[in-house]
């Protein structure tokens, strides 16, 4: 049976007694949104986060992952080129009347030119190019896509086109997009810097990058815009303030600059009335256990990793934390056993946990120790 147990410290003397800042309630006329802390994934806002979308362009970000992960693999090289089919020109290209990187069909381009083609640029042609190139052809790419996407945990994630362009079941979600961003800046940092490059100019024609929070002076570093009539306009983007990473999807809205005014607004409510801060060092000592059959009538228990939780400025005196166990636990017990979970619960926010593990071995008390605690056991439960 499942029980909780008080932590054995007073967590107030885990922080300093700082007078609340605030946090005012915040709200956007995005009909998507979603505002997370980029290390721990804590949400810190939210709207329709679940609900499957049209993603337009902002889709192009699982098309610059297969590229990067088939970059990091030795699959392709950065300098390979790519040959630019007629299909590629005649849907993508300047013949299209979409976005495109003004390819010139049957022509070769390397790869890192079609990414910065597609990152900076928007580029659908450069984008079908990079399908094509690296599976055959786009639905094959775009099977390839979704798989992909399944395995990160983008479960309600759809893709038909490395574009973006509008069809019936090309869908995602805002939680999806933003599982994809944290993907591309955690596990690629050596090609993450191309989003945050401002302009590329391919073909004697200079295009600058569309993500309006590059210009804004807020640490902001990437990734991507989308805009179709069906989806409206929406952004994948991230930022960067004194070590900690927000990342932020919003989707929905009616004009360019209304969706730069909320992915700004937004991501200053995350910078200003948030804050991650250190709970417990690895391998700290949290608490103890009671331990049931060993030589030993409890055992010490510990974290294998660094734990920080993301706290509202306004509510770090109604933080409750609380261990969650098994029990009984019994005996033997090797050290790095997990044994429960450190909890920690804070206002608007979900709970923030960390499995907590065995800090020593306990071995198996002797046959009457061990019948002793049997029989308590059965007389008063645990």
């Keep these: 049976m499942k029980r909780l147990k008080s932590l054995w410290v007073f967590m107030a003397l885990l922080f300093p007694l700082l007078l609340p800042m605030g946090a005012q309630a915040v709200e956007t006329k995005a009909s998507y949104a979603l505002l997370l802390d980029a290390e721990t994934g804590v949400a810190l806002f939210e709207k329709n986060a679940d609900a499957r979308m049209s993603p337009a362009s902002m889709s192009k970000l699982m098309t610059v992952l297969m590229a990067f992960e088939a970059l990091d693999s030795g699959a392709v090289t950065g300098d390979e080129e790519f040959f630019v089919s007629d299909d590629a020109w005649r849907r993508g290209g300047a013949a299209s009347g979409g976005s495109t990187m003004f390819l010139k069909a049957r022509s070769r381009v390397s790869v890192l030119d079609l990414l910065r083609g597609v990152i900076i640029q928007s580029g659908n042609d450069a984008c079908i190019a990079l399908a094509e190139g690296l599976a055959g052809s786009e639905p094959a790419f775009a099977e390839l896509m979704t798989e992909r996407a399944q395995e990160l945990g983008m479960s309600r994630s759809t893709f038909l086109n490395s574009t973006g362009l509008p069809e019936p079941e090309h869908k995602t ?87 730069a005014r909320e992915a700004r607004k937004l991501m200053t409510f995350g910078f200003r009335n948030f804050s991650r801060d250190l709970l417990v060092e690895a391998g700290q000592s949290v608490t103890e256990l009671p331990v049931w059959h060993g030589d030993e009538a409890s055992v010490k228990v510990t974290t294998n990793q660094r734990f920080d939780i993301v706290t509202p400025r306004s509510g770090r005196r109604k933080m409750v934390a609380t261990v969650t166990f098994e029990k009984p636990v019994l005996a033997p017990i090797k050290t790095g056993d997990r044994l429960g979970k450190l909890r920690v619960t804070l206002p608007g926010l979900v709970p923030q946990e960390v499995d907590l593990v065995a800090a020593e071995d306990i071995d198996k008390g002797n046959v009457f120790g061990r019948a002793i605690d049997s029989l308590i056991y059965l007389m008063v439960g645990d």
């Design 173 to 259: 979600t805002a939680r999806d997009l933003a599982t994809l961003a944290r993907q591309l800046i955690n596990n690629h940092a050596d090609y993450y810097r191309l989003f945050s490059e401002r302009d590329f100019t391919w073909n004697n024609i200079r295009q600058t990058n569309r993500n309006p929070l590059l210009y804004a002076n807020i640490g902001a570093d990437g990734l991507k815009t989308g805009h179709t009539r069906e989806s409206g306009y929406g952004l994948v983007a991230s930022a960067e303030q004194n070590g900690r990473r927000l990342i932020l999807v919003i989707n929905g809205l009616n004009s360019k600059r209304e969706r």
